[in-house]
């Protein structure tokens, strides 16, 4: 670029054709010298250890949130209940054992 705000020149130089980093490297090739701190990081596969934790608890409240029993289903039973003419009874033992306690049941066999 030139001085005071003057236009961006394409580079001519001569590490122009096979780029280089200018942070690392001279225009003729060779390697600055870096301060203990200021080296680039290595790159490659990496993890994101925060960014799964985060997404995997959100996962986890919405999972809880899906299967969680709806706390008003004994009244909306009893409503539909109510709307249909049923009538719920508590479970009754009929048979004990293969013998029946009711009289006129046959009890499991």
Do not use: C, W
């Amino acid at each position: 670029k030139e001085a005071h705000g003057g236009k961006y020149k394409i580079s001519t130089g001569p590490g122009s054709r096979g780029g280089y980093d200018a942070l690392e490297q001279r225009p003729d090739g060779s390697i600055i010298a870096v301060e203990t701190g200021y080296e680039k990081p290595a790159t490659g596969a990496t993890t994101n250890f925060v960014g799964n934790h985060m997404t995997q608890g959100a996962i986890d409240l919405v999972q809880n949130e899906l299967t969680r029993q709806d706390p008003s289903l004994p009244l909306r039973q009893a409503r539909l209940d109510a709307a249909r003419g049923t009538v719920r009874l508590p479970p009754t033992l009929i048979a004990l054992g293969g013998v029946p306690l009711l009289a006129g049941s046959e009890g499991a066999k």
